[in-house]
């Protein structure tokens, strides 16, 4: 029974818009996670939603066997393991949301840069589910990506602002209302399996709005100004870390700033090469024919107030094929 419980969940987050796609390795995730009270509240929370976009507990209420008292307990202490996304309402109540691919799941496990037996536990299955065949073709082969690559624009001046205002990440902070500050799940997850072959630090992932105010909330990330977190993007820029942001129309809500060794997305960097290098078109046709998992992406760069273009070699799937 409770077997089928969790294939059952599998299944409902697997029909989110960014949804988990459904694999033996997703559901020892669930089972490891959520108990099969808890696993039916999440049953009973819609999926027909986009990401931060909650529902009232009034609405979660009529499909579980649960007191509201109970109920409103179990889903808050399901937030704060961040199981499940929080925010206040138009009421001032709170209201929920199942966490999204890439938005949330499974990045929650890691935020709290801890090192737990859970953590360590939940960094190998997550290593596991992300090798899998169904990840790769839900998220592997689309045309349009959930993240994407910014260059760093502290130093740009306004003319060239002009020429990238989508791209530049010192506006990205002027936006937005409320920062956060969280860990690296990327090298939060190669440190707790031993993996982590660089230095760089790992409070540095950014989140902003209704994000951020989750995660200050439940105590999973921490407030930081819009100067501090200028601070994160300068050093992060002076260490060659490349900025990723997620690729949403409702605005952005993630600024990660990634590695070559240990990132999900950007991967094990195999080279860079500048558009004008000679044979550099033959290279990049050699990495994609060697295997369909290798991609040849386009990345501007701001360095010493110059702007560079190049292309970075990458493969489609998380985490570095060397873990």
Not at 236 to 244: F, I, M, P, R
Not at 248 to 262: L, M, P, V
Not at 308 to 316: D, R
Request: proline share 6%.
């Amino acid at each position: 029974m409770a077997e089928e419980l969790y294939k059952k969940l599998a299944r409902h987050l697997a029909s989110l818009g960014m949804g988990y796609p459904e694999t033996e390795e997703l559901i020892e995730i669930l089972r490891e996670n959520f108990t099969p009270q808890e696993a039916e509240v999440a049953l009973a929370i819609p999926t027909n939603r986009i990401p931060f976009d909650p529902v009232p507990v009034a609405e979660i209420a009529p499909h579980v066997k649960l007191s509201g008292e109970e109920l409103e307990s179990m889903l808050s202490t399901l937030a704060h393991r961040g199981l499940l996304y929080s925010k206040k309402m138009k009421d001032g109540k709170p209201g929920y949301a199942l966490q999204q691919f890439g938005y949330g799941f499974p990045q929650t496990f890691f935020w709290r840069g801890v090192n737990t037996p859970n953590a360590k536990k939940m960094a190998e299955r997550i290593l596991k589910y992300s090798k899998t065949e169904q990840l790769y073709e839900a998220y592997g082969k689309t045309e349009t990506k959930a993240f994407r690559y910014l260059p760093a624009s502290l130093s740009i001046e306004p003319e060239q602002h002009a020429v990238f205002p989508f791209e530049m990440m010192a506006e990205v902070i002027e936006r937005v209302s409320l920062i956060a500050l969280v860990h690296c799940p990327c090298r939060a997850t190669a440190q707790l399996m031993g993996k982590k072959r660089c230095d760089h630090p790992l409070e540095n992932c950014i989140k902003y709005d209704e994000l951020a105010e989750y995660l200050i909330e439940e105590r999973i990330g921490k407030k930081i100004s819009k100067q501090e977190a200028l601070d994160v993007l300068r050093k992060s820029e002076e260490a060659g870390l490349v900025h990723l942001v997620d690729n949403a129309r409702e605005g952005i809500k993630h600024t990660c700033n990634c590695c070559g060794c240990c990132c999900w997305s950007v991967g094990t960097i195999g080279k860079r090469i500048e558009r004008n290098a000679p044979g550099a078109d033959n290279v990049l046709r050699s990495a994609q024919f060697r295997s369909s998992k290798w991609k040849a992406i386009s990345l501007s760069w701001i360095k010493n107030g110059a702007l560079g273009v190049g292309y970075v070699l990458s493969p489609a799937l998380p985490p570095p094929s060397s873990w």
